[in-house]
C-alpha cells in the first residue's frame, strides 16, 4: 500500500515542466501507429457505444481525449497544469472539446454531469480516493460510468492503487464493476512490462 511520502512525491512533480516533453512516452503520446491503434480500440470496448459526454480527468496533454472525439464523443478535459491544457487544447483544436485549468478531484464544471468520467493514472496520486470518486460518482447521468486506468508501478518502493483495493471502493457507487488486466498488452505501453496495470469500468 502506498504511503503518504509516495503521494507527496507525486504532487512534487512539477506537471508544466513535464509538459514539454510528456508526450515522449510511448503511452503518453501515442504517437507510434500501434500503440494509438491500440488505445483507440480499449476506449472503443470502453466508452460508450453511442456519442457521449466524457469527462477526463487529470487529462493531460489530450491524447485519450482525442482518440474518444475521434470516435464521436464530447469531451471536456481537465488538468491542473496550464501547460498541459494549452497542448491539451492544440491537439484537439477544430474538436468537441473543451479544457478547463483545475483540480481533477474536484473538477470545474458546475451543476454539468456526464455519460462517463475517464481518469488515467490519476487517481492513486489523489488524497482521499474513496472521497473523491464519490464526488465524481455525483457528476455521472444515471447510467453513467466509470473508465478508470490505474496501476501498481515499481519494484523496490511500489506506489499505485492496486485493483482490488479499487473495486472495493467502487462497490458501494457501482451496480456493475468490471477489471481487464493489461500489464500483457505491451503494445499499450510500447514496451514489455511487469507491475500491475488494468482498467476498471464501473456502471452506476
Same mark, same amino acid.
Given at each position: 500500500?502506498?504511503? !503518504? *511520502?509516495?503521494?507527496?512525491?507525486?504532487?512534487?512533480?512539477?506537471?508544466?515542466?513535464?509538459?514539454?516533453? &510528456?508526450? !515522449?512516452?510511448?503511452?503518453?503520446?501515442?504517437?507510434?501507429?500501434?500503440?494509438?491503434?491500440?488505445?483507440?480500440?480499449?476506449?472503443?470496448?470502453? $466508452?460508450?457505444?453511442?456519442?457521449? /459526454?466524457?469527462?477526463?480527468?487529470?487529462?493531460?496533454?489530450? *491524447?485519450?481525449? $482525442?482518440?474518444?472525439?475521434?470516435?464521436?464523443?464530447? =469531451?471536456?478535459?481537465?488538468?491542473?497544469?496550464?501547460?498541459?491544457?494549452?497542448?491539451?487544447?492544440?491537439?484537439?483544436?477544430?474538436?468537441?472539446? =473543451? &479544457? $478547463?485549468?483545475?483540480?481533477?478531484?474536484?473538477?470545474?464544471?458546475? !451543476?454539468?454531469? &456526464?455519460?462517463?468520467?475517464?481518469?488515467?493514472? =490519476?487517481?492513486?496520486?489523489?488524497? /482521499? #480516493?474513496?472521497?473523491?470518486?464519490?464526488?465524481?460518482?455525483?457528476?455521472?447521468?444515471?447510467?453513467?460510468? &466509470?473508465?478508470? =486506468?490505474?496501476?501498481?508501478?515499481?519494484?523496490?518502493?511500489?506506489?499505485?492503487? #492496486?485493483? !482490488?483495493?479499487?473495486?472495493?471502493?467502487?462497490?458501494? $457507487?457501482?451496480?456493475?464493476?468490471?477489471?481487464?488486466?493489461?500489464?500483457?498488452?505491451?503494445?499499450?505501453?510500447?514496451?514489455?512490462?511487469?507491475?500491475?496495470?488494468?482498467?476498471?469500468?464501473?456502471?452506476?
Amino acid at each position: 500500500m502506498r504511503n !503518504e *511520502s509516495d503521494r507527496t512525491v507525486a504532487v512534487s512533480v512539477d506537471w508544466d515542466a513535464e509538459a514539454a516533453r &510528456f508526450d !515522449e512516452e510511448p503511452d503518453h503520446g501515442l504517437g507510434a501507429p500501434e500503440v494509438r491503434a491500440a488505445w483507440a480500440e480499449r476506449l472503443r470496448a470502453w $466508452l460508450p457505444a453511442r456519442p457521449a /459526454d466524457v469527462l477526463d480527468l487529470g487529462c493531460g496533454t489530450g *491524447s485519450l481525449s $482525442l482518440l474518444a472525439a475521434e470516435q464521436g464523443h464530447r =469531451v471536456t478535459g481537465v488538468d491542473s497544469s496550464p501547460a498541459m491544457v494549452a497542448r491539451a487544447r492544440a491537439k484537439l483544436a477544430g474538436r468537441d472539446a =473543451v &479544457f $478547463l485549468l483545475g483540480d481533477a478531484a474536484a473538477p470545474p464544471v458546475g !451543476e454539468r454531469l &456526464f455519460d462517463t468520467v475517464l481518469v488515467r493514472h =490519476v487517481l492513486w496520486s489523489l488524497p /482521499d #480516493p474513496a472521497r473523491v470518486l464519490r464526488h465524481w460518482r455525483g457528476l455521472l447521468r444515471p447510467g453513467g460510468r &466509470f473508465v478508470l =486506468v490505474e496501476g501498481v508501478w515499481g519494484a523496490v518502493a511500489p506506489v499505485g492503487i #492496486p485493483a !482490488e483495493r479499487l473495486t472495493a471502493l467502487l462497490a458501494p $457507487l457501482a451496480a456493475d464493476v468490471r477489471v481487464e488486466r493489461l500489464s500483457a498488452a505491451a503494445v499499450l505501453w510500447g514496451k514489455e512490462v511487469d507491475d500491475e496495470r488494468y482498467a476498471v469500468v464501473a456502471t452506476v
